[in-house]
């Protein structure tokens, strides 16, 4: 499922603006009944809708990279260290599966990978981190830029709701909201002052690759996250074994209760929780699934050859990104990607209140 975003189209003409925005939003309330029924398991509702996309470009990782920003005269004040990054030894997987969940977002075929060792985040970039990156280069991110961002209707105050006209066709629950970005997840009443722990949110791609650059490190491929989220484990679901919550005890934050109409925080948390607030995988890494959906540097294919495979980087060129681990909005009814092999993607531009990333490096970035 795509779906631009409202308000400013980053120079994009009116007439482009209109021929995008009117089979996608309709009136809030408007949405047809076939659309939101043909939405199901299969569809993305719990993922993050899409602006209209525009070619991704290593511009802002060079500006942003840690040369580009070497302390000097007058220059911003960077991070004693990088955030902790464990290391991921090199090996043999299966990426991949042959019992697909959702046959159209690629899961399949089972392939052999091999991969080199590397270091990986063991959290995801919390708003701490990246308020660190912002202060130290003056960063806008698209969501700022663009003047609004989507958000779960359910974590909207009434005021902002009252303000929204318009919501994503198939998936009415995703709402356009002016004013919503990093700083402000759930709109401009909303602040992050009391979660800096909590992963950031509305960042795009592009925003990634920045954040990630001016740390020294990088965004995982694709088969590196999906190596790294199954922490050893072989032929398994989850990041910790097949069953969802062993012992009755909870192991990802995810949605419980009828998606989209009540999520009963079971798990102790409505809409994200603190990083690292879950038991980590065999790697040592937090929050693989769950929580909130994390970017990788992969274009979007779904279909894959069925040979070995050595470090593999996706297509050479695609329109949309993959994203991988699912997100607090996700329920097996709905959408079942809280799953190592399970996979959606998103425009490079793109933004969203369940939208965050980790990043991955070849070696220990040095701290400045």
């Known amino acids: ?6 308000g400013s189209l980053g120079g994009r003409s009116a007439a482009l603006a209109l021929l995008v925005l009117l089979p996608l ?5 408007g949405a047809a009944a076939d659309e939101e029924a043909g939405a199901g398991a299969g569809s993305c509702g719990c993922g993050a809708p899409q602006r209209p996309g525009a070619p991704s470009s290593s511009a802002a990782a060079h500006r942003y990279s840690r040369e580009a920003n070497a302390p000097g005269p007058g220059s911003g004040q960077r991070p004693s260290a990088p955030a902790k990054m464990v290391p991921v030894p090199g090996g043999v997987f299966t990426m991949g599966t042959d019992d697909p969940q959702i046959k159209q ?11 080199d060792a590397f270091y990986m985040d063991a959290y995801e970039v919390s708003n701490s981190d990246f308020e660190k990156f912002v202060n130290a280069t003056g960063y806008l991110t698209e969501a700022e830029k663009f003047g609004d961002s989507f958000v779960f209707e359910g974590m909207l105050s009434e005021r902002v709701k009252a303000g929204v006209q318009q919501a994503v066709a198939a998936a009415p629950w995703w709402l356009p909201v002016k004013g919503a970005n990093w700083r402000h997840p759930e709109g401009p009443d909303s602040t992050v002052a009391h979660r800096p722990d909590h992963p950031v949110l509305h960042v795009s791609w592009n925003d990634a690759v920045a954040y990630c650059a001016w740390a020294g490190k990088r965004l995982p491929t694709e088969a590196e996250w999906e190596y790294s989220c199954r922490g050893g484990l072989r032929d398994r679901l989850f990041p910790w074994g097949n069953k969802l919550q062993p012992r009755g005890q909870h192991y990802a934050n995810i949605w419980q209760g009828e998606f989209p109409v009540t999520d009963t925080g079971e798990d102790g948390f409505r809409g994200t929780a603190p990083v690292a607030s879950f038991p980590p995988n065999g790697y040592g890494l937090y929050d693989m699934v769950g929580n909130v959906w994390e970017w990788t540097s992969d274009w979007w294919a779904v279909r ?5 495979a050595r470090s593999p980087k996706g297509p050479p060129s695609g329109k949309d990104r993959v994203k991988k681990g699912g997100s607090y909005m996700c329920h097996k009814s709905y959408c079942y990607r809280y799953r190592c092999a399970a ?5 490079p531009d793109s933004s969203a209140s369940n939208l965050g990333f980790r990043c991955a490096a070849d070696r220990l970035p040095t701290a400045s």
């Open 105 to 115: 977002d690629g899961e399949a075929p089972a392939r052999r990978v091999t991969l």
């Open 304 to 308: 894959h050859s069925a040979e070995d």
């Open 25 to 29: 939003l309709v009136p809030r309330g």
């Open 343 to 347: 996979r959606s993607q998103n425009t």
């Open 1 to 6: 499922m795509a779906a631009p975003a409202l």
